[in-house]
């Protein structure tokens, strides 16, 4: 939490506001930080980054490394929600990934409080049309406006550590 008290990584722009436009004098409504092992070196001793490079070679192969953490402060239990989204349509459709995304509870994700919803199967779909929410480019977001059931959606609450 200190990272997000601190405003660690802000100035170079790894620290933003995930839903709203940055304003240093405000702040954050949904505060994120890319990368943070880059300002927490230790989070790399972790049993966390141990078991997830385990679960990525397992799935990927040996050659499998972590890379692209992304920390999300979300307030609960009244935070801005987080738009439909695939995270493959963050990724340039030029290149071929061979990755996958691990998320890790640090709190109880609840279905009160907003715990992550999935669509079955939607893994093997192609990327969906996306879009700035509000059609705001200046947002960080991305959400998903291509046709997809809503109602299919299964709520995945986790305990901390989940």
Same mark, same amino acid.
């Given at each position: 939490?200190?990272?997000?008290? #601190?405003?660690?990584?802000? #100035?170079?722009?790894?620290?933003?506001?995930?839903?709203?436009?940055?304003?240093?004098?405000?702040?954050?409504?949904?505060?994120?930080?890319?990368?943070?092992?880059?300002?927490?070196?230790?989070? &790399?001793?972790?049993?966390?980054?141990?078991?997830?490079?385990?679960?990525?070679?397992? &799935?990927?192969?040996?050659?499998?490394?972590?890379?692209?953490?992304?920390?999300?402060?979300?307030?609960?239990?009244?935070?801005?929600?987080?738009?439909?989204?695939?995270?493959?349509?963050?990724?340039?459709?030029?290149?071929?990934?061979?990755?996958?995304?691990?998320?890790?509870?640090?709190?109880?994700?609840?279905?009160?409080?907003?715990?992550?919803?999935?669509?079955?199967?939607? #893994?093997?779909?192609?990327? &969906?049309?996306?879009?700035?929410?509000?059609?705001?480019?200046?947002?960080?977001?991305?959400?998903?406006?291509?046709?997809?059931?809503?109602?299919?959606?299964?709520?995945?609450?986790?305990?901390?550590?989940?």
């Amino acid at each position: 939490l200190d990272l997000f008290a #601190n405003k660690t990584g802000y #100035n170079e722009g790894a620290q933003y506001d995930f839903v709203s436009r940055d304003d240093p004098s405000k702040p954050a409504k949904f505060p994120s930080l890319h990368d943070p092992r880059h300002y927490a070196p230790g989070l &790399l001793k972790t049993t966390y980054h141990e078991r997830t490079l385990d679960l990525a070679r397992q &799935l990927l192969g040996e050659e499998a490394a972590l890379y692209g953490e992304h920390a999300l402060l979300k307030p609960g239990p009244f935070g801005p929600e987080t738009p439909w989204h695939q995270d493959e349509a963050f990724r340039s459709p030029d290149f071929v990934y061979n990755e996958l995304s691990i998320w890790l509870a640090l709190q109880p994700a609840t279905v009160e409080n907003g715990c992550m919803q999935f669509i079955p199967g939607s #893994n093997k779909w192609d990327v &969906l049309e996306h879009r700035s929410p509000g059609g705001d480019k200046t947002l960080h977001p991305l959400e998903c406006c291509g046709d997809f059931r809503r109602d299919q959606a299964v709520a995945e609450p986790l305990d901390p550590g989940g």
